[in-house]
């Protein structure tokens, strides 16, 4: 039997046991793999060996932190969701993944992270709540930076700024992909049949939360929800490997910090989390006013008992003298 591998990854929200497509892709190749992992679903990426999320934790090669690494380790533990697929199907895999990556997830980034409404009423306030304090006023624009960076990145266009014109043509991109994908899939199960493959993985970890996020602005969104047939298969997959969810229909929620789910990890719900709230919101303010005195912002004066009566002697005279001038 192979030795216990630990995965770190995002927390579940909106019926989603991730909200992070790499974490999604990741939990969802492992289901059909039927890889024996134990999650750690939490939102301090600090927590995860890595330092970033998912991060995979085994024995035999360290810590990966790549969703590619992470599928193609649990490949060589002989978890392989594709061990039947042909030689052709294999290569469409490839080349749908490629796809996704260059034409769809550009898309995604925008409508999460750049599209300012999204990210003011959706993005940044769910990882302003459920990051913990004090690391919620910092990780958020930390995580907005590099998620613009990476859309650079991943479009070519390293002087790349927001605006309707690159709106336009990531979107046009997006749709074209989406309604490629509707049409592959067809009336199937899933992308090859009966059986889910590495390619249902990487499709229901883009699609699914941009199908539950509650958008304000949902071009995407509403592209997505009539294409029925994308629809039914991150439903379908939903009902099928993540069934202790809950209700996958239902308005954006905070997942409940009980009872535990049989995917949930040993960081989901610690019994003392409201103690080390304060004892955080503590460290945050003894650091602040170490801060200020160092930087001479802040200076204490300490009186001997002696300053002190020479300086409430002077203050009588002071009125004293006040009071002989009036007279």
Known sequence: MAATMELYCWKGDWGLPSVNTECLTVLTYAKFAGAPLKVHKIANPWKSPTGSLPALKTKEEGCLSQPQQ??????????????DLSAKEGAD??????????????????????????????????????????LNFYL?????????ERLRLVTGDSGLEPGEEIEKELYRD?????TL???????????????????????????APLLKAKLPNSKLQQHLQSLDN???????ILQLYFPSEGSVDGPPRRAPSSPQTPD???FDHEPHKRRKQVLSAFVALGAMLSYALLTGLLSVHRASPQGALLD???HRLQEQEGEEEED
């Open 70 to 83: 992470i599928i193609i380790h649990l490949r060589k533990q002989k978890y392989n969701a594709d061990y």
């Open 140 to 148: 958020p624009s930390r995580m907005h930076a590099r998620q613009l």
């Open 264 to 266: 949930g990890g040993d």
């Open 93 to 134: 895999t490839l080349a749908f993944v490629s796809l996704l990556e260059q034409k769809l997830l550009p898309a995604l980034i925008y409508a999460q992270w750049v599209d300012s409404k999204n990210y003011v009423d959706v993005t940044r306030r769910w990882y302003a709540e459920n990051i913990p304090f004090p």
């Open 181 to 207: 994908l509707s049409q592959r899939l067809g009336q199937h199960k899933f992308f090859f049949g009966d059986s889910p493959s590495s390619l249902d993985a990487y499709v229901f970890g883009h699609l």
């Open 174 to 178: 997006a749709l074209e992909c989406m």
């Open 312 to 314: 409430a002697r002077r």
């Open 230 to 236: 994308l629809c039914q298969f991150c439903t379908s």
